[in-house]
């Protein structure tokens, strides 16, 4: 009877560790849920020195939904030390599936920041975006 139950126990643990990586590295969340995508600025320069080389970068509302659900998620300080600086971006809102509100801002060198109503902050790195964002 005992060594039933110690099987009882092992089963369970043992399907624990045969999970793929990839579905313990990266769970599902709600705030990848996303229900909608506003896009409220194009192609956004820090300064007007910036305009003409920020101009063309522009998304398309799919491709932000795919890029916020899809993205990496990263700390503080990766996003502050480690990414390289762009002064071009593209900012938006975000609707949620639980019906939550956010704002985002993704940068030309792929790093992305969703400021959630419930104080929530979330940081991205797209690093194979592909174009127009710069490698």
């Not at 002064?87 to 985002?104: A, D, F, I």
Request: hydrophobic residues 40%; proline residues 4%.
């Amino acid at each position: 009877m005992q060594s039933s139950s110690r099987l009882g126990f092992c089963v369970p643990v043992l399907a624990w560790f045969l999970l793929p990586v990839s579905a313990l590295a990266n769970p599902t969340s709600v705030y990848r849920e996303i229900r909608s995508i506003e896009i409220s600025t194009q192609g956004k320069g820090l300064s007007t020195a910036d305009a003409e080389l920020c101009s063309g970068f522009k998304l398309a509302s799919q491709k932000v939904k795919k890029i916020l659900e899809n993205a990496r998620e990263i700390d503080i300080r990766f996003y502050t030390h480690e990414l390289d600086f762009s002064p071009c971006s593209v900012e938006g809102q975000v609707t949620l599936r639980n019906g939550l509100k956010g704002k985002w801002q993704v940068q030309m060198g792929g790093g992305i920041r969703i400021e959630f109503e419930d104080q929530h902050v979330m940081l991205l790195h797209c690093k194979n975006c592909g174009k127009p964002f710069v490698d």
